[in-house]
């Protein structure tokens, strides 16, 4: 990057940025919002974590924010890191599952805020298909007689 | 931070920085390093992940920088990201699971680099020791008639 004020180049030690979303189940669906901005398309709630946030509490913050629903038996689901997931910069995303109950509300960043079903899944921006077909994998995997998930606790 | 040209405050946005862990698996013990700088104590192997670079590649990279170890079997275990997991900075820890052979030597930051079994654990920089907790107690679920964690395909 450049300085504001002087324009002369810096070099800034920068990782990929660490970002959140939330899978959230209302009655056997799913929460999409519709984005404001680019890249267009439904996506799953999130955001980037701030400073001196927890990814948890980023995840419930985000919720919070973009669908006004309080998320509650939240836990991580996986880690998505690929530099080509968003071609915008390199963001790495850690996908929490959630529970809430009500009507979803868009706020911030979102347009339009809807209820989906594996069978009725919007075109969706960034890798958040793959991020889908991941969890409804392993909720059949679960259905069909495996135990659920081990998670540390937290 | 301050402009190193002409010292003018710049506001930079910047997040908690992505750390990837590995705990390698060698016949039952896992690979610990002794650290060469602050925090001293022993530590699983692992780092900064790069710009550009999944938390994949960067798992095996550190692993093979600070152990000399091919790790084969990676998979995800867990993401650590409380802010007062390393005093020096927010660092969020995505912490991987992998097997190796051989015998691990000492690279890179580390000053020795050693086999561990449960019993005989050495006194942990970070919050090693509760990630290390975490394991054992998820393996020990497993080993208890619990089905593998379900991870999505990577």
Redesign the interface.
Known sequence: ?R????H?P?V?Y?????TVDIIIEIEGKIVLIERKNPPYGWALPGG?????????QAALREALEETGLEVSDLR????Y???SRDARQ?T?S?VFIGKAGGRPVAGDDAGRVELFDEGSLPSLAFDHAR?LA??Y??KK??QH??????????
Chains 1, 2 share one sequence.
Do not use: L, N, W
């Not at 920068?14 to 660490?18: E, L, V």
């Not at 007689?145 to 540390?152: K, R, V």
């Open positions: 990057m300085c504001p004020h002087c002369r810096i800034v920068k990782g990929p940025s660490p980037f974590v701030d400073y001196g946030e927890s990814y948890e991580q689901f996986h880690t890191s690929d530099p390199h790495a850690t991020i991941d969890y994998a392993a995997s679960r007689g495996a135990a659920d998930p081990i998670h540390p606790s937290s």
